[in-house]
Structures are given as C-alpha cells and as structure tokens.
T-cell receptor
C-alpha cells in the first residue's frame, strides 16, 4: 500500500506541552501535507512541504521532512485544548495525480 | 468558515431510496473530489473531476453516481445503498488536478437503514 503510516495512533498531553506526530511513507514523493480534522467535521489543510524542503513553520506548527528516511514529523508547540483533533498526513507520490492519506493520529489536549 | 459547501449535513435513507449529495465551491477551482470516510479512518478517494470531466474513479460501486453540472457544482447520486455505505462523505476542491492543497467541505453524514 502507498498509504502513509502515522504514529502514534493516539496522543494525550496537557495544555502547554508540545505534541509530535510522525508519518512514514514508502515511495518517492512530490510533496507531503498535513491536515487537521475536528470530530465529525471536514479536514483543514495545515501545511505543505515539498520534497526539496527539509523544514517549514507556520505559527505554532513545525514540519520536518527527511526524504532519505521517507518520514515527516509535525510538531505543535504550546498546545491548547482547541488543538484536540485528528491529524492526517497526506502524500503526493511522484508521477501520481492524487493524495493518499495516512491513518491519522488522534490528539487530545487536556486543560 | 469553509468555502466548500455541502448539503445536506445529515441524510438518512432506506436501501431502496434515491437521494443526492450536493457540493458547491466558488473559489474558481477546476478539480473537485468526493471522499468517503468511516469512523476513525482516513478519507478514501472515490471520484475526481477535472475541468468538469471525470478523471478518476477509484472502482466505486455503480450505486454511487457522480455528476459535475458545471465548474462550481458537484453531485453524488445515491441509489440502492447498503448499510455499510453509512459514512461521512466529504467534498473537496483544488486548483487544476494535481497534488496541491485540498479545500474540504464539512461533509454529509449518511446513514443507510
């Protein structure tokens, strides 16, 4: 399967702590994206990192990409209760024309 | 607020009913998508339209029939569904078909009795 694998499957932290989620994939990519989904809602795009980039920041989000290890991580700093959601990585494979979503990480931030 | 609007938000139908899900976007995007999502699972791609033509059909059963009347509208016609088709159906749009950012609607929660 081309689907990305995410870990952990679930993560529970206290407000103010940092949360790190990881995504691994199997074949070469054009880009990798992260999305957030609040319970029962649509997905919201967070950040896109291209295969020639190693790190990107957006507000409290930091994404890294290691193409040699075929992996990416999403770091949320100073987490808030409102960050409670499911987070999905989505990979755009080289030569492909669609995104493939990983299994997701469920993040719970306790206040 | 999402710029992709889906209706209805909730739909309950029997296995012999015919119903439709609707999606609208006004961002000028030329690619539109239908995804199916079961609880605690990632979205699964069903169909992609590019410039109003069906570009990708992920071997979806014929009881699901997509339609793209114009560049802003996307429908999913439902007929003779099974209880296992109960799921959240998500519409998305993007710039011309590719692998860029997707803009999702809030979804239509479908229950098949």
């Amino acid at each position: 399967s081309q689907q990305g694998e995410e870990d952990p499957q679930a993560l529970s932290i206290q407000e103010g702590e940092n949360a790190t989620m990881n995504c691994s994939y199997k074949t070469s990519i054009n880009n990798l994206q992260w999305y957030r989904q609040n319970s029962g809602r649509g997905l919201v795009h967070l950040i896109l990192i291209r295969s020639n980039e190693r790190e990107k920041h957006s507000g409290r989000l930091r994404v890294t990409l290691d193409t040699s290890k075929k992996s990416s991580s999403l770091l949320i700093t100073a987490s808030r209760a409102a960050d409670t959601a499911s987070y999905f990585c989505a990979t755009a494979f080289l030569g492909g024309n669609k995104l493939v979503f990983g299994a997701g990480t469920i993040l719970r931030v306790k206040s | 607020d999402t710029e992709v609007t889906q209706t209805p938000k909730h739909l309950v139908m029997g296995m012999t009913n015919k119903k439709s899900l609707k999606c609208e976007q006004h961002m000028g995007h030329r690619a539109m998508y239908w995804y199916k999502q079961k609880a605690k699972k990632p979205p699964e791609l069903m169909f992609v339209y590019s410039y109003e033509k069906l570009s990708i059909n992920e071997s979806v059963p014929s009881r699901f029939s997509p339609e793209c009347p114009n560049s802003s509208l996307l429908n999913l016609h439902l007929h003779a569904l099974q209880p296992e088709d109960s799921a959240l159906y998500l519409c998305a749009s993007s710039q011309p078909l590719g692998t860029g950012e997707l803009f999702f609607g809030e979804g239509s929660r479908l229950t098949v009795l």
